[in-house]
Nanobody, 123 residues
Framework: QVQLVESGGGSVQAGGSLRLSCARS????????MGWFRQAPGKEREGVAT???????DYADSVKGRFTISRDNAKNTLYLQMNSLKPEDTAMYYC?????????????????WGQGTQVTVSP
């Protein structure tokens, strides 16, 4: 069984930066797809960024050029560097993992989810 624990959320002013971390334990085989998702109040959960087992990345249009997803396989940790934050980035951010090399298109295909970390961006 895989456990995912997010950290690094907080409150920041618009234009600021935060780095989220997701520590993976349990089955620590590192070559799985992992991703970051977020859910704002009253909205559906949406994909933010994904990284395949081989390190290929993909981003939502709303965060391209501002967010960077990366992974440290030796530390079993996933990161999300968030720069130039905007109030519309305010949400609960979740880390998720699969049992596949490539990243699935549907959220329900992610097998493991963390509890989330809150990011709040003030104007």
């Amino acid at each position: 069984q895989v456990q995912l624990v997010e950290s690094g959320g907080g409150s920041v002013q618009a234009g600021g930066s935060l780095r989220l971390s997701c520590a993976r334990s349990g089955n620590t085989y590192s070559r799985f797809c992992m991703g970051w998702f977020r859910q704002a109040p009253g909205k559906e959960r949406e994909g933010v960024a994904t990284i395949t087992g081989g390190g290929s990345t993909d981003y939502a249009d709303s965060v391209k050029g501002r967010f960077t997803i990366s992974r440290d396989n030796a530390k079993n940790t996933l990161y999300l560097q968030m720069n130039s934050l905007k109030p519309e980035d305010t949400a609960m951010y979740y880390c998720a993992a699969t049992r596949t090399w490539l990243c699935p298109r549907k959220q329900y295909e992610y097998n493991y989810w963390g509890q989330g970390t809150q990011v709040t961006v003030s104007p």
